[in-house]
């Protein structure tokens, strides 16, 4: 059954669809001021000005939409240029706005270029969403990076300047204390004296105040004792006499010396007071991030036995189909996802090969709806047993646009004819911090050590006097545009084409992002073209001597 729709209606249809996918889609020219001939109702919506405002106010140019964001601009019409000049005919880029109030936000832009012609300017399609949350998300990870490496470094100093509680106890319903360092004394709040006089050695009479305290550690040391192990390892509530709360890690290991019939156990305490609050801090942190913690028993099916509301709405699942479906096994989670799952096995058992306690791995996880999502996993094993098995944690952070991100860059830098390299512009020279691989074509590099390559010693003697001369202008952070001549690994000169461009900044030291296009063949073959025309020339010039000396005769 044939079926014909009209302009109109394949319009509508396509309006609808991108109604419902709330996407922003454009007709523009490609003239000068990229002018907007058409646009949908949520390209309005999106740069948050009304259509006949938008009218009015920028008569459909967009070069006078950005007047007060040259940075957009800039990347917008640099993006354009380039598509343009490689004979491509999309191009996709990441773009900040600004709103009528000032304040700014991010969206994807990705265009095509038809072939259809109105005035004879080329028309461009163009389809915009809103990316700022996906940003902010990233700037906030680097942020938070930053917080979370100032409180570790905070927290080793902490952990430095404690004074270690020791203490050997007999394994009786007091768990009485026959001997303490003087650190134990210090930690609990109370002079040796006073605490024999108070609660005579005996740790249930000192725990009077703080039940909690002294449930969680009985019923440890009852499970450990159970178990038939002879360690644990718990973080403990306690109080001081005047009632106020604060937080121990205690470490305690049975021996196989008994004291009036009853085995007797070494105990480690330190205070990890502030490391709770850190920790506190952290999980709010997390929350805010919306980053997924689970612990898990390490068994053959990796068992969910703890997880935060993150962690299920990062899979996909509430807490109710995962257990109805899974059980809380992971295996069974991964069972149409194998490869995902021996990422996981490969990346603990190159773990304990090294002798580490943590590992971490990049994974796609399949969603209910059939999409995949990328996830960063960290996962840490800690010396905690439950029920015979060794628990571990781990989180999970989304990483799908960064993911995309990558592979979409990746796929421009394998098209470029050349290559990319990221430089830092030091005061008298320039360090390389990245490069793509595809410089190893060209350079026999030391990729562990590019920051202590000089960069400026792969020129010949007059792009490196060229290049020297304007080093001035790169610590401005001034864009550089020209041509040099290198010497590659095979010892033949080559010809490339540099575009450079300052991108970010490291203390006072610009970063610059340089695109290297190769021009090799050209240059040469202007060159050789170049010797045949002064050859010619000289032989005309001959020629003419001879026909003027035979005159002559």
């Known amino acids: 059954m044939e079926i014909n729709l009209s302009y109109d209606q394949l319009n509508n249809e396509y309006s609808m669809l991108m109604s419902v996918l709330g996407a922003s889609v454009s007709r523009h020219l490609l003239d000068e001021h990229f002018t907007c001939i058409w646009a949908n109702d949520y390209y309005y919506e999106l740069i948050r000005y009304p259509k006949p405002e938008y009218e009015a106010r920028f008569r459909n140019h967009c070069d006078r939409y950005f007047a007060n964001n040259p940075e957009g601009w800039r990347l917008l019409r640099d993006k354009v240029t380039s598509t343009l000049e490689k004979g491509e005919t999309r191009y996709t880029v990441f773009l900040p706005l600004i709103d009528p109030d000032g304040g700014t936000f991010w969206v994807k832009l990705q265009s095509v270029f038809t072939d259809e012609y109105i005035g004879g300017y080329r028309v461009a399609y163009t389809a915009m969403t809103d990316v700022t949350e996906m940003v902010m998300a990233q700037r906030e990870r680097e942020y938070t990076q930053k917080v979370y490496k100032k409180m570790s470094r905070e927290q080793e100093m902490l952990m430095g300047a404690l004074n270690v509680s020791v203490s050997k106890h007999l394994i009786d319903e007091h768990f009485t204390c026959v001997w303490a360092n003087k650190y134990y004394y210090k930690l609990i709040g109370y002079p040796r004296k006073r605490y024999e006089a108070l609660f005579h050695n005996h740790a249930d009479e000192y725990y009077r105040n703080n039940p909690e305290g002294w449930e969680l550690l009985s019923a440890r040391v009852a499970s450990v004792l159970e178990n038939g192990e002879d360690q644990y390892e718990m973080i403990v509530p306690m109080k001081y006499e005047d009632g106020s709360s604060y937080w121990v890690k205690l470490f305690s290991y049975f021996t196989d010396e008994y004291i009036d019939g009853y085995r007797t156990s070494y105990t480690v305490m330190t205070d990890v007071t502030e490391l709770m609050q850190m920790k506190n801090e952290q999980e709010l942190l997390m929350r805010a991030m919306k980053v997924s913690v689970s ?76 999409s995949t999502s990328w996830v960063k996993m960290v996962g840490f094993f800690t010396d905690t047993y439950q029920d015979g098995k060794q628990v571990a944690y781990t989180t999970m952070v989304s990483v799908t646009d960064m993911i995309r991100i ?143 000396a035979s005159m002559a005769k």
């Open 295 to 370: 612990r898990h028993l390490v068994d053959e099916h990796f068992t969910v036995i703890w997880a935060n509301d993150f962690y299920y709405q990062l899979i996909g699942y509430s807490k109710e189909e995962y257990e109805a479906l899974f059980h809380n096994h992971c295996d069974e989670y991964f069972h149409n996802n194998r490869d995902s799952w021996n990422s996981i096995h490969d990346r603990i058992g190159q773990m304990f090969a090294k002798g580490k306690k943590s590992y971490e791995v990049f994974l796609p996880l399949r969603i209910p709806d059939g």
């Open 406 to 548: 990558q592979q979409e860059k990746s796929i421009a830098y394998d098209n470029i004819p050349g290559f990319i390299v990221k430089y830092r512009i030091l005061p008298h020279t320039v360090a390389m911090l990245e490069a793509s691989q595809r410089i190893d074509d060209i350079f026999d590099l030391d990729r562990k050590n590019l920051g202590s390559i000089d960069a400026y010693s792969i020129l010949q003697p007059e792009s490196r006097a060229q290049m020297e001369a304007n080093h001035e202008n790169f610590r401005r952070g001034l864009p550089y545009e020209g041509t040099i001549r290198v010497k590659d690994k095979f010892g033949r000169d080559r010809w490339f084409q540099i575009h450079c461009a300052c991108i970010d900044s490291i203390a006072d030291d610009p970063v610059y992002m340089t695109v290297f296009i190769d021009i090799t063949d050209i240059t040469e073959l202007r060159e050789l073209q170049s010797k045949l025309e002064e050859r010619t020339e000289m032989l005309n010039a001959a020629l003419e001597a001879a026909k003027q």
